[in-house]
């Protein structure tokens, strides 16, 4: 079973970056596709981005051209790179391993971008 862990939220003002990371551990995750999601207090959580094995990218509409995700398969590693940060990405940030139809999810990190 994999454990995924994420890092990197935190207080940021607006127009700035963060780097989110999610580490795996327990078994690889290079020929998984993997995600990144959010999440905000009464809402559902949504798709911010998605990568499969191959390097295939998906993005949600609110933020392309301002995320980048990406994945380090050494490291087993995935990323999310956020530019020029807007008040309403603040959220929950999860990322989620597929296997299959098993889905694991790490516990996610807090992102606050302030005006």
């Known amino acids: 079973q994999v454990q995924l862990v994420e890092s990197g939220g935190g207080l940021v003002q607006a127009g700035g970056s963060l780097t989110l990371s999610c580490a795996a551990s327990g078994r690889s995750i290079s020929y998984n596709p993997m995600g990144w999601y959010r999440q905000v207090p009464g809402k559902q959580r949504e798709l911010v981005a998605r990568i499969t094995s191959g390097g295939n990218t998906n993005y949600a509409d609110s933020v392309k051209g301002r995320f980048t995700i990406s994945r380090d398969n050494a490291k087993n590693t995935l990323y999310l790179h956020m530019n020029t940060l807007k008040p309403e990405d603040t959220a929950v940030y999860y990322c989620?391993?597929?296997?299959?139809?098993?889905?694991?999810w790490g516990q996610g990190t807090r992102v606050t971008v302030s005006l």
């Open positions: 989620r391993a597929e296997f299959g139809l098993v889905l694991s």
